[in-house]
DNA sequence: ATTTTTGCAAACCTTTTGCATGGAA
DNA sequence: TTCCATGCAAAAGGTTTGCAAAAAT
């Protein structure tokens, strides 16, 4: 069986699954590390995909919400997408290829317990984003981004 | 002794004490809760203050390079900043009076590592936001901002 | 037939930059 | 006197929106 794709999952959720979102899921299922709404945009103006700006945002606004892409705040402050699980997780994003990967929850829903005894905060939600090089890069001496 | 104010701390750096930066600190440190650019720039205007738009970015800039300021991306995607001791540390984020409390490193680096062995990332690096409501808002019933 | 989705272009908002002036050291 | 810093206004990015046309259900 194979994995479920963002078309899928699309589908799914009651969206229709018009041209430009079935063009969207495969480039994002398709991509290498972490790209911006503008690399969208600009790969579909550039190989004629026919799929307008507004529609790249607002096809991240729907992915995002239900979970299969995740909006990275880079510590350049650029923002960043990369396609992922739709269950609470976190990333460890190479700095030299853009890629990410999941890592579980960690032990940090503990930390919130201990972090709302001691600061009398309810913690809601939080946000975790790890940075650092990947083995494939490491190994072939890529310097950072 | 008092607590070195962030004038002290741009002049230890080597930066020149002028009128708009002094504004900027002393708004900045009687700020409650989190603010944006923006808030600062309509700040000084209203209040005339005479400090410009674009010296409120360079001086945010220096600032969170010093480390007494710390940019915060809000869920919402709004860039935030909260004043901090410039330690690394993390900050719980109160989602309805938008007040920041510093929390210490929580174990993250031992996470960081057992990360690293797990992953084979090289983590340089992370970013953890915690959002959540403060005592004084629950006490109050204070909905989310 | 109905409702969602789209592309386009313009509007918007935030942040950055060029440059002549002003101020700190 | 020498640079650093500032304000202004314009430019640059990135994201959103109004709307009529097109497509999905």
Redesign the interface.
């Known amino acids: 069986m194979d994995a479920p794709t963002i078309t899928d999952a699309l589908g799914a959720a009651g969206y229709r699954l018009t041209a430009p979102r079935r063009t969207l899921a495969a480039l994002i299922a398709g991509w290498r590390g972490h790209f911006t709404a503008d690399d969208l945009v600009r790969t579909s103006t550039r190989r004629r995909l026919g799929v307008g700006r507004a529609t790249v945002f607002r096809s991240l606004d729907v992915l995002t919400d239900l979970g299969l892409v995740e909006?990275l705040?880079l510590?350049s402050?650029e923002?960043a997408y990369v396609a992922c699980e739709p269950a609470h997780h976190h990333h460890?994003v190479?700095?030299s290829c853009g890629r990410a990967?999941e890592?579980g929850d960690?032990?940090l829903g503990e930390?919130?317990g201990?972090?709302?005894r001691?600061?009398?905060?309810?913690?809601?939600?939080?946000?975790?984003?790890?940075?650092?090089?990947?083995?494939d890069c490491?190994r072939a001496g890529r310097g950072t981004a």
């Open positions: 909006r705040d510590p402050g923002h460890v190479c700095s990967q890592v960690l032990g930390m919130s201990a972090i709302e001691a600061t009398g905060y309810r913690i809601d939600t939080h946000r975790l984003e790890l940075f650092g090089q990947c083995p490491r």
